[in-house]
């Protein structure tokens, strides 16, 4: 393919090797960005390796020594982990004391400590996403351009929520677990606090690409600010809010679930403690409980969403 | 507002009836969800038993805690039953080895005078009696009954204890008086020996002087220039242990790059064989699909934890579970993003007889490169919040250095440094992220209108 057996004149001769020129000069530059990128990538797995409690080279061979504890005795286990019906393994120590952490309801009916656990994890999760879209849904008229009752108010939200967003959540639960105790209650505080500076900058986006035509309608009949906002405005905005909010979900249940690792109850702490004492039958149970509630979530939150708002809601998470 | 005639109301119904006459349950939904919504929140409140959490909660922590993230105190006591007065301070108290403030006078006649804020709160006393003032009134304390008695009427910021009397002064400290000890806790604004630590030769020197010593003073440490002392005392600042901490916060950064991008490296490829438009066999794309599914959904926490296990503690583990997660999350949108593609300039170049990966780097590259980019930067943004909380869980980086510091529960100020540190981080990273991503819209957005101007 040479341009030049079509080349017939001077204009577009230079034409021609203006292009040329045009795109060496791009191609230097993509190769200079891959090449940049791949020293970093070198510097970066260095760095990593070296600041590592075990060395990356040394450890591979051991990846499937580290994984055999993983594979039950007995397989069936993992059941009896997941359901805390005892088990012919149990020589008393904590890695088959299955039937321990029953939650008796009524009589003999029990839930079985680990469907708890998730149950807790996942209240956290819609507990504190029910604060950050409560919370949220006022802001983002406050801090919308087109809707805003005044802008220094406007200005102060803005940076209020985006301090909420940017702080490390453990700081917050940290700090709550000190005051409300360790456990569950600090998690919802700091998954809501976030959540707040989360959906407000989501909500307050789509504030901002409304069609105005209906405010300006209810403007000239004489509406106030509640009015317009509530009649205007969240309409159009609704779909996009709900769709947001459970995006929202889905992330504070993998949110909640880390939450739980470092002390805010739930699912978490039983996992960490099991995987760091290697006992695989509990392991396997609670990667499989944890995999099943995610996936569920995430299918039951894909599936509202496409009703809510079609197709887009999947374009908008780009 | 002129009034509607029955007949005109009605005429309005019966022209747009798709809004006064809708179904049931599309006008309920809203009351039943609000409905449904109330009913969760009373049973959230029952299992987290709330009314009781709130009940046994400390709020009354939450402002002194906030005070100690900008704040340190000295706490200076003061032994009575020994032969003669003398101010013990606690071991690696902010004033190092030989505190002499000059907060603490003692008299002429013997007697101390501790100052807690100026003259106007203060406490002198001897080994008889002590007298507190504070809020522009003087409460005498006699100390010779074998308990602290307050000889006249006792202000409400005076608590009196069997044993010991409490003067609370606010911010600025407190006084604690028994019949053998004086316990002064003065607070400061600040954060102290945030550059050097007790331990080192420039301590408790003015800016100017050292910074004098540096440029021209003489050795203090023989065989090191005073440049490489300074520097050095102030990386390993026992206190505030910069180094570590700069450390373990270029770790998270590192974490979360090496993940994303390596996330981004496999999944890039995986994404071709996944997007049905382009996969040469739906099996496999059905099977990939399920793979990301897999990966994303078996949680962060997991791989993290799972690979603390494997490398052992520190950023490996954290970049490979970011790594892992990636994969799932960028293979899952990076294959929705080629399955919305146009797929005329395909056809185009497939049409010149070229071959299949020909087809890709011309017919479609081009038109998903910038929302590739696009979204890993979105996610790059995202796991350098992310790499903060699963370091916390062993997984390297300034989470379990934060983790750590807030356990103890008297470290706020660390905690609030590197808060401020890991706030900075997200700012920069955001706006780098924020910043290339604009350019890349406006190429996006540039290539759009092309192509509408063509037609």
Redesign the interface.
Known sequence: MTLSTTIHSDATRQQADAWRRQTSLRRFYTALGVAL?LV??GA??W???E??????FD?LP??LD?LSWLIPKDWNDVWRALFDIASPNDKGTQEFNFPLGRVYIWGGFYIPEYFELM??TV?VA??ST?IGFVFAVPFSFIAARNLTPSPILRLIVKRFME?LR??????IA??F?????I???AA?IAIGLHSIGALGKLFYEINENIDMRPEEGLRAVGANWFERVRFADLPQVLPNFMSYTLLRIEINV??S???G??GGGGI?EE??LA??R?FGAKTLAL?LL??IT??LV?QFSAWLRRKLVGEQA??M?? | MAAMTADELSAIEHRHPQIFRRPAYKRFWPLLLIAGTALYLAYALWFFSLPQVLRESHWERLPLFLSQWISYDLQPEFRLDQPEITPKYPRFSALGENPDPDWVIKNPDGTYTVQIDGSAKSVTFDKTRATITANGETVPISLTGGKPVVTGPVPDWVTVHDDEIVAKMGFVGEVRVTVDRVKVRKRFLGWANFVFDTRSPFFGKPAGEVISLIVSGPELRPGTSNLALAADNIWNNAQWQHGDVWTKLLQTIVMAFLGTLLGGIVAFPLAFFAARNITPSGVLSQVLKRFFDFMRSVDMLIWALFFTRAFGPGPLAGSAAIFFTEIGTLGKTYSEALENIDDKPREGVLSTGANGILVQRYGVLPEVVPVFISQTLYQWESNTRGATIIGAVGAGGIGLKLWEAMRTNSNWANVFYMVLLTLLVVFIFDNISNFLRRRLSRTLHDYNRLQAERG
């Open positions: 990128l970093a990538m970066t797995m760095f990593a390796d600041a590592n409690a075990g060395h990356f450890r051991h990846i580290f149950l807790t209240n819609l507990v029910f301090l940017a702080f490390p959540e453990i700081v940290g700090l677990a000190a005051i409300v105790s456990g569950p209650v919802i993998r949110i679930t880390i939450m690792a470092v978490g996992l960490k995987i760091s290697g990667v944890l995999f995610i996936f995430d999947f374009l998470s780009a």
